[in-house]
C-alpha cells in the first residue's frame, strides 16, 4: 500500500512517497526497510524482488523514495545527504514498528550507516536489527567523487555550484552540486571506527566502475566491533541485479539475523 509522509516547512517541505507491507507478526522475522541508491527508485529490480520475497514469507517491508527521487516531491538539485538521512529516519520511525534489516544499495549504504549510529544515540529501541549493504558507497560525496574529479569539475562545482556528470545508467546526466558535496562532509565516516550494533553483511561486485570493491574492503576495516561478512562477486557489476545476485541478496536478508521460532510452552499434565 502506498502512503505519503509530509515532511520539512517552507523551502524544505517535501513529501516522501512510501510502499509499506505488513507483516504476519513478530514470529516471522524482524521487518526490512529498503534503502534505494542515488537517483534510483524504490520499484528498482531489486526493491520489487524484496517485496515478492516478503510477500511469499509474511514479512513486513517497506520501501520510500527521497525527496527528488521518484514518486516523492521535492528538487534533486536542493537534496542533500542530510535530508535524505532526514527522509530515512523519518519513514523508519513512521513505519518500522520493530528493530528492522536495513537493506542499503550503494549510497543507501552509507544511509543505512549513518541512520544505525544515529538511531543507536537517540534512540536505541530502534537501533536496526540487521544492515546488508549492497555495494555501499561510504562517504561518496567525498572519497568517489571530489576526490576523484580533476581540478576543471572542481573548479566548476566551486564557482558555478553545479556539475552535470554523465551517467552510465541514463541518457540524462547526474546534476552534482556544491550544496550536495559540502554537505556530505558533514557524514563522512571512514576516518573512525563504525559502530552500528548488529551483524553487517557486504555485498561487493569486482567489476563494479562505481564504488571499488577495495572501497569495500576499507570499510570492513573500520567495522572492528561488529559481526561483519563481505561477499565479493567476481563478475559482480554495480547494479547486481541478476538472477544470481538476487539470490544472495535475499540469502543475506535472511541470514543476517537467524530467526528463532518462538519457545514453545511446556505442557501442563
Not at 568517489?144 to 541518457?171: C, H, N, V
Not at 569495500?216 to 567495522?223: F, I, M
Request: proline content about 7%.
Amino acid at each position: 500500500m502506498r502512503h505519503f509522509l509530509d515532511l520539512g516547512s517552507g523551502a524544505d517541505a517535501r513529501r516522501i512517497a512510501v510502499l509499506a507491507r505488513p507483516g504476519k507478526g513478530a514470529a516471522a522475522g524482524p521487518p526490512v526497510v529498503w534503502l534505494g541508491g542515488f537517483r534510483s527508485d524504490m520499484r528498482s529490480t531489486k526493491a520489487e524482488a524484496l517485496d515478492a520475497w516478503a510477500d511469499a514469507n509474511g514479512r513486513a517491508f517497506v520501501r520510500f523514495d527521497y525527496s527528488g527521487h521518484g514518486e516523492s516531491t521535492g528538487a534533486f538539485e536542493e537534496s542533500t545527504i542530510s535530508r535524505w538521512l532526514e527522509d530515512t529516519l523519518a519513514v523508519l520511525v513512521a513505519f518500522a514498528a520493530a528493530p528492522a534489516i536495513l537493506v542499503g544499495s550503494s549510497m543507501g549504504g552509507w544511509l543505512a550507516l549513518l541512520a544505525a549510529r544515529d538511531l543507536m544515540r537517540r534512540d536505541p529501541a530502534r537501533a536496526p536489527a540487521g544492515l546488508v549493504l549492497i555495494a555501499p558507497a561510504t562517504d561518496f560525496t567525498e572519497r568517489l567523487m571530489w576526490d576523484q574529479f580533476p581540478e576543471d569539475i572542481r573548479r566548476t562545482i566551486e564557482t558555478a555550484g553545479l556539475y552535470l556528470r554523465p551517467s552510465l545508467y541514463s541518457d540524462e546526466p547526474y546534476p552534482i552540486t556544491r550544496r550536495l558535496i559540502e554537505d556530505g562532509r558533514q557524514h563522512l565516516l571512514l576516518g573512525e571506527t563504525i559502530r552500528t550494533g548488529c551483524p553487517v553483511h557486504i555485498l561487493q561486485g569486482m567489476r563494479d566502475p562505481d564504488v571499488p570493491w577495495r572501497h569495500a574492503l576499507e570499510l570492513v576495516e573500520h567495522l572492528p566491533g561488529d559481526s561483519v561478512s563481505l561477499t565479493l562477486i567476481k563478475d559482480g557489476d554495480h547494479r547486481l541485479s541478476r538472477h544470481e545476485d538476487i539470490e544472495r541478496l535475499i540469502a543475506a536478508v535472511e541470514g543476517v539475523v537467524p530467526h528463532r521460532e518462538p519457545e514453545r510452552q511446556p505442557k501442563l499434565l
